[in-house]
């Protein structure tokens, strides 16, 4: 079982910043490639970001310039950096891993080794 714990989310007013945490166990985070999920009230999980040992790219053209994704390997843990938070930012955000990022972009794509972890919630509003 690969098993993540998020963190870092809360309520920020649009234009803020949130860095996200996800604590990774039963795994070595260097063994992987990350991504990070989100989803929104009513809407599907969708791929924000990932990194691996080659790339470090963003799936949501939403996110662009926005998201940056880096880890700490001491520490087996990965985050998510969101600046110029927009009130669409607003879902539950995950962290997911998999061998390769090209991976994560394909349909209904779903955790290979394990679940869902419980996610962190971001909320941007006025």
């Known amino acids: 079982q690969l098993l993540f714990v998020e963190s870092g989310g809360g309520l920020e007013q649009p234009g803020g910043s949130l860095r996200l945490s996800c604590a990774a166990s039963?795994?070595?985070?260097?063994?992987?490639?990350i991504a990070w999920f989100r989803q929104a009230p009513g809407k599907e999980r969708e791929p924000v970001s990932c990194?691996?040992?080659?790339?470090?790219?963003n799936y949501a053209d939403s996110v662009k310039g926005r998201a940056t994704i880096s880890r700490d390997l001491a520490k087996n843990t990965a985050y998510l950096q969101m600046n110029n938070l927009k009130p669409e930012d607003t879902a539950v955000y995950y962290c997911?891993?998999?061998?390769?990022?090209?991976?994560?972009?394909?349909?209904?794509?779903?955790?290979?080794?394990?679940?869902w972890g419980q996610g962190t919630q971001v909320t941007v509003s006025s």
């Open positions: 997911a891993a998999d061998r390769h990022c090209a991976y994560y972009g394909r349909h209904n794509w779903s955790p290979p080794y394990g679940s």
């Open positions: 039963g795994f070595r985070l260097e063994y992987y490639a």
């Open positions: 990194m691996d040992s080659d790339v470090s790219l």
